[in-house]
C-alpha cells in the first residue's frame, strides 16, 4: 500500500470528526485504499463513505438551522386551512428512468454534480446486492442496546478484534449493528456501520410494497441535508435497499399497493417521488409538474399526503394551494377553495 493511500485511509477516519474537503481523485484513492484492507472497519467503511464522512455535532447543526435557511419541513409553513376538493386543475407527473452509477460499481468514477438537482446523492440511490455482513456476538464488546420496535435489537459496540484507533486516541471505532428477528443466525448480528447511526431514529415502514427497516438521521450532513437508509430482508439475510441524502417519507400515493419515496431536499426546495420496479428506479419532480417560481416554496404533509404550494407573487399576503395525487394515474389535482 502506498505511503498516500495510508495518509487517506487516515484522512478517513478524521471525516467521522471532522470536515473534510475531498477532490475526485481523492474519493478513488480512498475506495481503492480501503478496498486492500480485508478486516470489519474498512469493508463497511466502502460501503458507507458517501454518506456517513459528512457526519458532524449535533451543536454546529443546531447553530446551522438557527439561520436564515429556508426548511421544508411542515412545521415551517403556515397553518393551512383545507377547501374543498374538486376536479379543479390537473398536472401530469412525467417519470423517468433514474441514470447513474452504483455506490458498489468501483470501476466507475465518482460523479461530481449531484445525481439530481438539490438532491445531494451522487450515485444512485438504490442499491444491488449490497447484503449486510453478519458477525458472531463473540466478536463484539456491547456498549448498549435498545429495542427497535417489530422488528428486533439495535446494537452498539466496539470489535473485539479490531487494532484500529480514533485519531489521536487510543479509543477504538465504535459501531452499529441489529438482532432482526427471525432473520438473524443464531449468536450473530448484521454488523452496519459507525456509531451515529445508533442514535438515528429507527423504525419498520413499508416502501415498494415490502417491509423495511428505516434508519433516519436528521442531523447528517454539513449542507443542512438528512440522510435516510432503508433496509430489507434478502433471501435468507437482509441488504441495503435505498439510500437518500435528504428526508424522505413513504407513501402509496397512486393507490397501486407499492409505496413510493417521497423526497424532500433542503437545498434548492425540491420534491422528488421515487417508485422502484423491476430492479429500476423512476423519478418525477413535482417542483417542475407544479410549474413554480424560484421564489415559491413548495412542500409535503405526510399525514395528509398533500402537496402545497405557498405563492410569493400576490403582494403582501402569501397564497397556499393544496394538491393531492390522482388514484391510479400518474397526476397532481388541485384542491379547490
Aim: net charge negative; hydrophobic share 35%; aromatic share 10%.
Amino acid at each position: 500500500m502506498s505511503e498516500y493511500q495510508s495518509q487517506w485511509q487516515s484522512k478517513v477516519k478524521d471525516g467521522l470528526f471532522g470536515e473534510e474537503t475531498f477532490t475526485n481523485e481523492m474519493r478513488m484513492s480512498v475506495l481503492e485504499a480501503v478496498d486492500h484492507k480485508p478486516n470489519y472497519f474498512f469493508r463497511r467503511w466502502k460501503k458507507l463513505a458517501g454518506a456517513v464522512m459528512v457526519c458532524i455535532t449535533a451543536g454546529i447543526m443546531m447553530l446551522y438551522w438557527s439561520g436564515d435557511n429556508t426548511v421544508t419541513s411542515p412545521s415551517n409553513h403556515p397553518a393551512l386551512t383545507e377547501g374543498t376538493e374538486g376536479f379543479g386543475l390537473e398536472l401530469p407527473l412525467t417519470f423517468k428512468l433514474l441514470e447513474g452509477d452504483n455506490m458498489k460499481d468501483l470501476d466507475s468514477p465518482y460523479q461530481i454534480a449531484n445525481i439530481l438537482p438539490g438532491l445531494s446523492n451522487q450515485y444512485n440511490p438504490l442499491r444491488t446486492n449490497d447484503f449486510i455482513e453478519q458477525i458472531p456476538l463473540s466478536d463484539i464488546n456491547l456498549i448498549d442496546k435498545k429495542e427497535i420496535i417489530g422488528f428486533g435489537t439495535a446494537l452498539h459496540y466496539t470489535l473485539v478484534h479490531d487494532k484500529e484507533t480514533k485519531p489521536g486516541s487510543d479509543e477504538k471505532f465504535e459501531y452499529f449493528g441489529f438482532i432482526a428477528d427471525g432473520i438473524s443466525q443464531a449468536n450473530t448480528l448484521f454488523h452496519y456501520g459507525f456509531s451515529p447511526l445508533y442514535d438515528a431514529e429507527l423504525s419498520t415502514t413499508r416502501l415498494s410494497g415490502q417491509d423495511v427497516l428505516k434508519v433516519d438521521m436528521q442531523v447528517c450532513r454539513t449542507d443542512g441535508e438528512a440522510c435516510v437508509w432503508y433496509i430489507k430482508k434478502d433471501g435468507k439475510g437482509m441488504s441495503t435497499y435505498l439510500t437518500f441524502e435528504s428526508a424522505s417519507y413513504e407513501k402509496d400515493l397512486d393507490g397501486d399497493g407499492r409505496e413510493e419515496a417521497i423526497v424532500i431536499t433542503h437545498k434548492e426546495n425540491q420534491i422528488y417521488i421515487f417508485k422502484e420496479q423491476d430492479g429500476k428506479l423512476q423519478w418525477s419532480s413535482v417542483r417542475k409538474a407544479l410549474n413554480v417560481g424560484k421564489e415559491d416554496v413548495i412542500n409535503y404533509d405526510d399525514s395528509r399526503g398533500i402537496f402545497t404550494v405557498q405563492s410569493s407573487d400576490t403582494g403582501q399576503e402569501k397564497s397556499v394551494t393544496m394538491y393531492r395525487y390522482a388514484e391510479g394515474e400518474n397526476k397532481l389535482i388541485k384542491l379547490e377553495d
